[in-house]
Structure formats: C-alpha cells, structure tokens
C-alpha cells in the first residue's frame, strides 16, 4: 500500500516562496509517477505538476511554469515542490498522488489512486 505525506505548506506573501514535501512509502517499482494536485474553496482539484521515478520526466500546469519546480530524490522516496513568486491565487490546499502512468502535459486527478492528506498554502497579498 502506497502511502504519502505532505508536508511545507505555511502563509507566505505575494512574491515569496515556499518547499512543499511529499514522502512516500510502499513504492515497489520504478514506474510511479508523483504529481502534485491543488484545491481551492469552490474550485476543482487542479493539476500542477508531475515527475516521473523512472526517467524524471516532468509536467507542469500554464498556471504555474515558470514558478514552480518539480524535483524527485527517489533514494528518499521523497519529492519536492519548490514554488517561487507565489500570489495569491496559489492559495489552496495542496495533495500529493502517485500511481503507475503515464501521464501527458494535462495531469488528471483520476489517473491517480494513492492521495496524501493535503498541506495548505495560504498566500497574502
């Protein structure tokens, strides 16, 4: 059984940055993905990113390239999610997935089985 656990969120202001971690356990092979999902109040889970175990592949949402970087210590089984000139509309609750695809430049919440419990980050303007 896949198990993930956020961590890094906090209040940050506009412009500031913060490092979100994803720790996974019971990952038995290679071909995992990690993505990185968002939810605000009264919005639909967004895609933000994803990294691929195998080959570091990576995806991000138009949203966020450019601001966010995805990176992957796979002999921590660790991911990270450092975000960079953060504004007010990053503000959600940010969950860590991970599942064994394929994934494109559009990351879908469906693709994924295994959900972290979420970390919120709040940014002030």
Do not use: H
């Amino acid at each position: 059984e896949v198990q993930l656990v956020e961590s890094g969120g906090g209040l940050v202001q506009a412009g500031g940055s913060l490092r979100l971690s994803c720790t996974a356990s019971g990952l038995t092979f290679d071909d995992y993905a990690i993505a990185w999902f968002r939810q605000a109040p009264g919005k639909a889970r967004e895609g933000v990113s994803c990294i691929s175990r195998r080959d570091g592949s990576t995806a991000y949402a138009d949203s966020v390239k450019g601001r966010f970087t995805i990176a992957s210590d796979n002999a921590e089984n660790t991911v990270y999610l450092q975000m960079n000139n953060l504004k007010p509309e990053d503000t959600a609750v940010y969950y860590c997935a991970a599942d064994r695809v394929v994934f494109g430049p559009k990351i879908y919440a469906a693709d994924f089985n295994s959900w972290g419990q979420g970390t919120l980050v709040t940014v002030s303007s």
